[in-house]
Nanobody, 115 residues
Framework: QVQLVESGGGLVQAGGSLRLSCAASGTIFSINTMGWYRQAPGKQRELVAL???????NYADSVKGRFTISRGNAKNTVYLQMNSLKPEDTAVYYCNGMINVRTYWGQGTQVTVSS
């Protein structure tokens, strides 16, 4: 069984930074695209950023220029560096991965940005 475990969420003031991490573990034969999604209270889950196995990245317009997604050397980890955080970035952030030709989700980590 594959698991995705996130870490790095927390409370930060507007303008601050946080770095989220996600590690995939278990029996892994292949890892394709990994990414981050977020869900704010009363809203639908939305894409934040994706990174392919070839390191091509894609970002939501709302985070372009502020967030950076990257993968670790072992390719089973993905990071989200979040700078210039705004109160509207407050949400539960979920790691997502296409692993062994299936989609997996992490349990989510809370990010709260105070004004």
């Amino acid at each position: 069984q594959v698991q995705l475990v996130e870490s790095g969420g927390g409370l930060v003031q507007a303008g601050g930074s946080l770095r989220l991490s996600c590690a995939a573990s278990g029996t892994i034969f292949s890892i394709n695209t990994m990414g981050w999604y977020r869900q704010a209270p009363g809203k639908q889950r939305e894409l934040v950023a994706l990174i392919t196995s070839g390191s091509t990245t894609n970002y939501a317009d709302s985070v372009k220029g502020r967030f950076t997604i990257s993968r670790g050397n072992a390719k089973n980890t993905v990071y989200l560096q979040m700078n210039s955080l705004k109160p509207e970035d407050t949400a539960v952030y979920y790691c997502n991965g296409m692993i062994n030709v299936r989609t997996y989700w992490g349990q989510g980590t809370q990010v709260t940005v105070s004004s």
